[in-house]
T-cell receptor, first 115, second 114 residues
């Protein structure tokens, strides 16, 4: 079945540091890939997505590129802010799972940014 | 702005009570989902529905049931609440049969069973 593996947290960075959160996936077919963000006490919000190989999703200074050859979708940001402190989830859909419309989530990576 | 609304942000219930968690979406989405979120375990799918009156078990359906009488509303029912059901519950909805648009989540309900 489909699966998503993302780096274990927590990750602690100083403000203005570079961020990379690794995400790799296992799926058959041509899944769509997503990054979601969850701020403290809130639900998940879609941060960015990519629907085909070599697509780059971007939003709020975050980027991720759909790499089919390495089955990866790493999240990057050049300069993090305190307000980026949150839990980040990598996810895929449209693979071979029980329902192609279902999302398969990674376990989440908690990011803390200190001033 | 499109929304998924969960009726309560915080709930405290007693062991053995019947608990209803309500979720309403205003986007005319076909698919709706209930997850629970626990530290270290990520998101776990409880039940989902791809049409009115249709429901499918997710990964952890035991102790839960659901109801979808109208397209916009998906209710999660804890028949007899237990302390191990203390958790954050997240509702989500999505459009279409390929999932390319992702999910829209509600703000979550933090349930404490005492």
């Amino acid at each position: 079945g489909d699966s998503v593996t993302q780096m274990e947290g927590p990750v602690t960075l100083s403000e203005e540091a570079c961020l990379t959160i690794n995400c790799t996936y296992t799926a058959t077919g041509y899944p769509s890939l997503f990054w979601y963000v969850q701020y403290p006490g809130e639900g998940l919000q879609l941060l960015l997505k990519a629907t085909k190989a070599d697509d780059k999703g971007s939003n709020k200074g975050f980027e991720a590129t759909y790499r089919k050859e390495t089955t990866s979708f790493h999240l990057e940001k050049g300069s993090v802010q305190v307000s980026d402190s949150a839990v980040y989830f990598c996810a895929l859909s449209g693979g071979s799972g029980a329902g192609s419309y279902q999302l398969t989530f990674g376990k989440g990576t908690k990011l803390s940014v200190i001033p | 702005d499109v929304k998924v609304t969960q009726s309560s942000r915080y709930l405290v219930k007693r062991t053995g009570e019947k608990v209803f968690l309500e979720c309403v979406q205003d986007m005319d989405h076909e698919n709706m989902f209930w997850y629970r979120q626990d530290p270290g375990l990520g998101l776990r799918l409880i039940y989902f529905s791809y049409d009115v009156k249709m429901k499918e078990k997710g990964d952890i359906p035991e102790g839960y049931s659901v109801s979808r009488e109208k397209k916009e509303r998906f209710s999660l029912i804890l028949e007899s609440a237990s302390t191990n059901q203390t958790s954050m519950y997240l509702c989500a909805s999505s459009f279409g049969d390929r999932g390319n648009y992702g999910y829209t989540f509600g703000s979550g309900t933090r349930l404490t069973v005492v």
